[in-house]
């Protein structure tokens, strides 16, 4: 049985904070900071550029990519770390295409992140007018898939709602029709169980600043199924994917396996960071996880809907249909949410309506649940958020 | 008149080290652990999510691209950092393509650093067999400028040798042919006098961790010439270059002039520390750098050439045609270079048999050049590579 006491523990979080954004950006573990400081002074201000092989910096996004992929079912040398998950969605879609030349259509859904429609957008214009994004309602994907689908396109877990897409059963049937599928695990990634190997995905993508907690900006991961790896072609095809890199040949060719899908330099502290932050996994059970996560979850709606019904769930009610998040929605949303931070609970907005909280037993208890939903029904009760600086928009929530 | 004593100052270097590798990765400042620590505890670990306002994270990108852009001459709002070098060349490439529908060549030089090279291949092929990386020798480069060609694309400064092309000539060239240019800038940001905006480049890219220090994976910057901004294409259409990134729309409509040259979130501690190091900058006088680095250089020569003179030169002999690094060569270069490391000199070594130094009067002393040569001598004079232990071959070097 996973002790969540002491994960709680390798968690730095600030005095009288209840931290319900860990599916925007995790919080400290106290192991990052002297593993930061260690790599900036005696890695990079010792052994200066000896560091890429004495500190092992130039196998760190093979060695962390292992570590994520203990997590996400892959085995290890599947997994590599580098770039930012937009990048990541770009290079397996362009390597996906080019394994389907009979075929151009991208196949999405609405309710994927933003960013993953624009790359694609972005791709299909660079391949031509043949190329096409087609996205359709996340309940209507399973019946898009046709023929004519090169890819599909899916981020398991959304955003807003937390609504959680059948992997298995979408990859199932995209291969049955033929197409190869691209899995975004940016909400997934040590919020819910995952297994890319058992559900036979071709690509998958994720970032690791979430529920992984490696901070702001920390290094994207890649999948791609052993099967594809050595018959891909890296369309960013940069001099660390290259076989040789330091042959510095003035041909390309691509590196074996997983190695192939790294582009250029990466960035080492925030490797480091990540390297150090995966410390709190190495004893957590991803079943017993995702139950606390649930119960949590489940904690938290009933909560709120007896204390505060004008907030309509816009989460699914059933909890095998989320990831590891429950929203709200209300017209007054960003307010609210502003009104929740100024009282120390922290969760965050999404345009137009919705009140979005991330859950993690990691390091919240039924404790910060009862008391996030107390406080957050008493600014319902008070219509709290109805107070002068509570209404300009936010940049970023 | 700019204190070189000062800069000095601002660098931790390790005791009995004299680091001619710079060109490489940068040594470590001073500024820069502290910065780190703060970003990492004050910002994320106690601000958590609300650090991408508070602590003004969203704007990094945008705050230290006009800090590197006033060391190449780019006009604040035309510089901004992220991803690697290698995805910047791809997205000004992609670019710079789509200005020039009508031409289907990329024009390059076997000069170049080879993942530029790989990027443009890369590219090409996802773009289709009409598109074609042309690549001739360094010195056939003007004359190959033709209307065939849609984008030259060229290193400033050969990674190898240290030679430079004349940048203004060769953009007037490639313009005179209704050519674009991309300009890479790797070796020249806070090594040489770069004036991007007087020699009306139309993109130019490069990295902060050579001469601007900013450590292992420290970020690459972009500059779009004002004239282009707003009318480019980003090939890699991520949220971040979005004109509202937080409306999440599901439709790309890139944001105003630079900013759509973003791409994800961005890695805000590599950028916490490149802020730091660039401090070192701020009483730094470009013509004084330029005119004490090629003091030491050519000193270098003298002292290397009268000692040892079966190194062979590789650089340019005349310091107005090189950068800010001296090249030799030797068919022990490999096994030479790690005997000088062991003796306290730190070079590096480029296949096939390149020895490669990099100078910089912002913590390098004539004296520190004298006693580098000295060493090096010394090792040759006693054939002292030719021990056990420095012929295998480096991984990374």
Known sequence: MTDFTATRAMFTLPE???????????????????????TIRAEWGEMLITGWNKAGWMDLPARVGDRVGRLIGAAPGTVVMGDTLSIKVYQALASALELRPDRRVILSDTGNFPSDLYMADGLCRTLGPDYQLRTVAPEAVEDAIDDSVAVLMITEVDYRTGRKHDMARLIARAHEAGALVVWDLAHSAGAIPVDVSGADTDFAVGCSYKYLNSGPGGPAFIYVAPR????????????????????????????????????GTPSILQLAALDAALDVWDEVDMGDLRARSLELQDSFIAHVEAGCPEL??????????????????????????????????????????????????????????????EKLCAIMAEKRWDRAGFHHRAKVT
């Open 16 to 38: 009288g904070v209840i931290y319900l954004d860990g599916n925007s950006l995790g919080p400290l573990p106290r192991a990052v900071p002297a593993r930061v400081e260690q």
């Open 228 to 263: 594809l790896a050595d018959t891909v072609r890296p369309a960013l095809s940069g001099w660390l994917g290259h076989e040789a890199p330091f042959a510095f040949d003035l041909d390309y060719r691509p590196g074996a396996g997983i190695d192939r899908m790294r582009v």
């Open 312 to 373: 309509a769930l816009a989460s699914p009610r059933e909890g095998a249909q989320r990831g590891s998040q429950v929203s709200f929605r209300h017209e007054h949303g960003y307010a609210i949410i502003q009104a929740l931070i100024a009282d120390g609970v922290i969760g965050d907005f999404r345009a137009p309506d919705i009140l979005r909280f991330g859950f993690t037993p990691l390091y919240l208890s039924q404790e910060d649940v009862a008391l996030a939903a």
